[in-house]
């Protein structure tokens, strides 16, 4: 358009009215009130995220530790240390992985079952419902207090029924046999946060499926395993990334319960980083942590989002 | 019409009843254990008989505990970064979200990938930079590490969680207001914001849950400096500093006093609680 079109456009316009220029006036500022309104985001993101995030690639590289002024390169040490002269570093990766192993497949089951259970028409299931949530949102740390009263070893209430069963005390927090067990049980007990995730899963599936199943001559079995699973495999996918990404991460039990022991059975990666940054001040060796840990859980995620494909339906294919 | 005939229904039924219960049962039997312990005296506690229904009822341990604990100024602390939390979550975060939601502007599509690539970002990465900038800043040791990131909003879920249900509301509601000379500000706090309670109010108790519940932040940056601990750190230090042996009954209580707002606030907002759990879950 000519710039001579574009003023008589404008001429139009202005005679159309205080109403529409008031709303052109508008159109062109709200190019600049987008930005005021994320700015607060803007900045967060990059103080809270971007910059630290590259400064712990940085430090990474560093033997920075609290109280020194300027960090030493150190290139790759940090990286070579870890995986050669660190065996706690092999020992906590491998606690977190057993940890997981048990704690999100177990965990998506038992929420998974419950979630079907409670999904029927069953009376009460309102407060069924609410019964199994509720341990999900006991603070971490009240949980850890809880637990460790339960497992203590004379006087816990774990204990005391198996001896009456006859089975005998079992040192739970202080076998390192039992230790991560132990753990495991107590982070089951949390599996509401996925139950609840299932049931609006399983709400969203249509009616009529089941019923086209039924004239099919489908009985609950078949209806399980044509209907329902393969329309929550998405839901499961969901849970399962969500538990490995948290699971990774496994921190406030294993400090308060055991700090780590006995004999570093429950060391899990969060704690060694913590004990590196925090008690032993290696920062640098730390954010090296940090870092592999991150690409672990990316290539956990991407590894389960590309297999995926196969055993996950996605609407229509 | 269906298959089952009704004596089969009763039968399935009748199956599922026990198991929920017994699950149901177990689910909170530990709580019911703290609850009663910590309504016992030290004898009570360290004895090998089960008793869920302490006698006597030792009420008084709730009193004690506050003289054995300064667990008002606990209290008091937790509250300073609940409510940072809360006001950066429903107001601070709804203001980035209306923005992300409702505003156009060059480039927002591409800022909100990068919002949505944070929420994947798992927080190790940020945990000892953060601790460096912020120490460089000589503000370790006090509050404004665990309040000034949640007074800017610094949580991209909540953001999108509630750009997600003001993209739902009509944009006539909108072009209305305007018309009526509402400035964009005006029509995020006086047309949007009130409309929006359910998402609010599920912000709301996620972001005093977030806060209430929050361990390594305060372990990390308030580190030794007593005066500021919040709830969830001084329960840890009152365990470690008079051992489980002797204060069992009062850990259960001070964990019991720790438990019961949490309660409180999603007994409350039981409804928006769950649908903003499932919200976020659904994305997936």
């Known amino acids: ?317 | 019409m269906s298959v089952e005939s009704s004596q089969e229904r009763l039968i399935r039924r009748g199956a599922i009843y026990p198991i929920v219960t017994a699950g149901a049962v177990v689910m909170l039997f530990p709580l019911l254990w703290t609850l009663s312990t910590s309504l016992k005296t030290i004898d009570q506690v360290t004895t090998l008989r089960i008793d869920l229904i302490p006698h006597p009822i030792a009420w008084w341990n709730y009193i004690d505990l506050f003289h054995v604990a300064p667990v008002l100024r606990y209290l008091r602390n937790t509250m300073v970064v609940v409510a940072a939390s809360m006001f950066g979550g429903v107001v601070v975060c709804s203001f980035i979200g209306y923005g992300f939601a409702r505003v156009s502007f060059r480039g927002r599509e591409l800022l909100f990938m990068i919002l949505l690539s944070t929420m994947m970002l798992p927080g190790v990465v940020q945990l000892i930079p953060l601790f460096v900038i912020f120490d460089r800043l000589g503000w370790t040791g006090t509050f404004l590490p665990l309040v000034v990131p949640r007074l800017l909003g610094h949580n991209p879920f909540y953001i999108f969680l509630l750009r997600q249900f003001f993209r739902s509301v009509p944009m006539e509601l909108s072009d209305a207001a305007r018309i009526d000379g509402c400035s964009e500000f005006c029509i995020w706090w006086r047309v949007v914001m009130p409309i929006s309670k359910p998402v609010l109010a599920a912000i709301a108790i996620f972001s005093f849950q977030y806060a209430w519940n929050d361990f390594l932040s305060p372990l990390v940056y308030l580190g030794s400096n007593q005066k500021l601990w919040t709830l969830a750190l001084g329960l840890n230090a009152f365990r470690s500093f008079e051992g489980q042996q002797t204060s069992t009954h009062y850990l259960m209580a001070m964990s019991v006093l720790m438990i019961i707002p949490v309660l409180i606030v999603f007994a409350i907002g039981q409804r928006e609680f769950v649908r903003g759990v499932v919200m976020s879950g659904i994305r997936g």
């Not at chain 1, 990286?79 to 990766?93: A, I, N, P, R, V």
């Not at chain 1, 929420?111 to 199994?132: K, W």
């Not at chain 1, 460790?148 to 739970?172: A, E, K």
Request: hydrophobic content about 50%; cysteine-free; glycine content about 8%.
């Open chain 1, 1 to 317: 358009m000519s710039r001579r079109a574009l003023r008589k456009a404008d001429a139009v316009e202005s005679r159309a009215g205080p109403l529409a220029r008031l709303s052109q006036f508008k159109a062109r500022h709200r190019g600049w009130i987008g930005y005021v309104f994320i700015l607060p985001w803007l900045v967060s993101f990059l103080w809270f995220d971007l910059i630290p995030f590259v400064l712990n690639l940085y430090l990474s590289f560093t033997d920075y530790s609290v109280g020194v002024k300027w960090p030493n390169w150190v290139g790759l040490a940090n990286y070579t240390e870890m995986f050669t002269e660190d065996h706690l570093y092999g020992l906590s990766l491998k606690n977190t992985i057993y940890y997981m192993g048990f704690s999100v497949p177990l965990g998506i089951i038992f929420a998974f079952a419950i979630a079907l259970l409670l999904n029927t028409d069953i009376r009460g299931r309102t407060a069924y419902r609410t019964i199994y949530y509720i341990p999900a949102v006991v603070p971490a740390v009240a949980a850890s207090m809880i637990w460790l009263w339960i497992f203590h070893t004379r006087y816990g209430i774990l204990n005391q029924v198996l001896r009456l069963v006859g089975i005998g005390s079992i040192r739970w927090l202080t076998r390192p046999e039992w230790a991560k067990p132990a753990l495991i049980i107590m982070s089951l007990w949390g599996f509401g946060a996925q139950m609840v995730i299932f049931l609006a899963g399983l709400q969203g599936i249509p009616g009529e499926l089941y019923e086209a199943a039924e004239i099919d001559g489908a009985g609950h079995w078949h209806k399980m395993r044509y209907v329902t699973i393969p329309l929550m495999t998405p839901t499961i996918l969901f849970n399962l990334i969500m538990g490995i990404i948290g699971g990774f991460q496994v921190f406030t039990a294993a400090f308060i319960m055991t700090n780590g022991g006995p004999l570093n059975a429950t060391l899990f990666y969060m704690l060694h980083l913590y004990n590196n940054a925090f008690r032993y001040f290696r920062m640098g060796y730390a954010s090296a942590m940090a870092v592999v840990l991150f690409f672990i859980i990316l290539i956990f995620t991407l590894l389960m989002m590309r297999t995926s494909e196969r055993w996950v339906y996605y609407g229509g294919s």
